[in-house]
């Protein structure tokens, strides 16, 4: 049997748990630890027994417990190369400086250089030869440590030591996948999709076990071919349901962030949706659960009406039940 609990969707914080008799995946840790293992242990899935946890994209909303969970369990992390990079980046402090400041910094290291140099041409004239060399390769040693740090091309994770106590970007373990190519954690084949988001190199997931099909699709801005052929015969549907476009132009958000959230790389809304549903929708789907809905420029209500609308105006369709994931508590779970 298949099971999938919704555990968190909105922008507070998104995370699901799918699992089946051998295996339980997290798709997403955008709470933190301490609540997704709550709400595991409320939904009776065992935090000790996770195998794998996919992330989607590095926005807060579904990586916040990504570190804690993956270091305190052991969980291996699933992401696209560009997202783990991106997740490196937004986890790691930042030192920036001004150009003057910088420019004295490398001033000085100049001038520094040059009185080693001046020495160490000194210290020849003193020392034998053997020990200036031994020198030499010591410094260099120190430099070449020093540029791994800074190298643009060394993976998140790779400087910081086995333990990696001093760096925030390491993970005990990650696995990489490529949008387009499946792979499995136990007994659930994966297969990563390209969403248009404006993240690094946002996925959504098809998960398939035991002859049955998860496809989830939150966090895109529309819905072009490749996302629609990935939601085909699919048994459950996880579709974001974002915001009611009125709304949201009448709601708080500064201006950037309406237009952000309405572009083609911002977020699904209830009119998207229910277009999807009335004229692109297989209609296979016997389950529809409407997520990541904004808590300012969405009402649950809304977002059911136009999905059961858009259903109620087809023919071809039977028996699909429209659920809503909410920020607060997880959903019930659904068996497939
Ligand atoms: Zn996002
Ligand atoms: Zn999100």
Known sequence: MLRCTVLASGSKGNCTVISTGSTRILLDAGLSCREIVKRMRFAGEDPDKIDGLLITHEHQDHIQGVSVLARRWRVPVYFTEGTHRAWARYVTPRQTMSFPAWLETRKQKAAAQALAAEESEANLSTQNLTEASL?????????????????????????????????????????????????????????????????????????????????????????????????????????????????????????????????RVGHLSNDAVGEFLANRFDGYARWIVLAHLSESNNLPALARLSAERALQGRSNTTDNQVMLATQNAPLESIYL
């Open 135 to 263: 020198e030499t390769c010591e410094t260099a040693e120190v430099i070449e440590i020093a540029a791994a740090a800074d190298d643009p091309q060394a993976l998140p994770g790779e400087v910081g030591g086995e333990a990696g106590t001093s760096n925030p970007a390491y993970l005990p373990v990650v696995e990489y996948f490529c949008a387009g190519k499946s792979f499995t954690i136990g007994d659930i084949a994966i297969t990563p999709f390209t969403i248009p988001h404006d993240a690094a190199d946002p996925v959504g997931f098809v998960l398939e076990a035991e002859g049955m099909r998860i496809a989830v699709a939150t966090d895109l801005g529309y819905m072009p071919p490749n996302v629609q052929m990935q939601l085909r015969r699919a048994d459950l549907l996880i579709l974001e349901s974002n915001h009611d476009v009125e709304m949201l132009r009448d709601g708080p958000y500064p201006w950037a962030i309406k237009q952000r959230v309405l572009s």
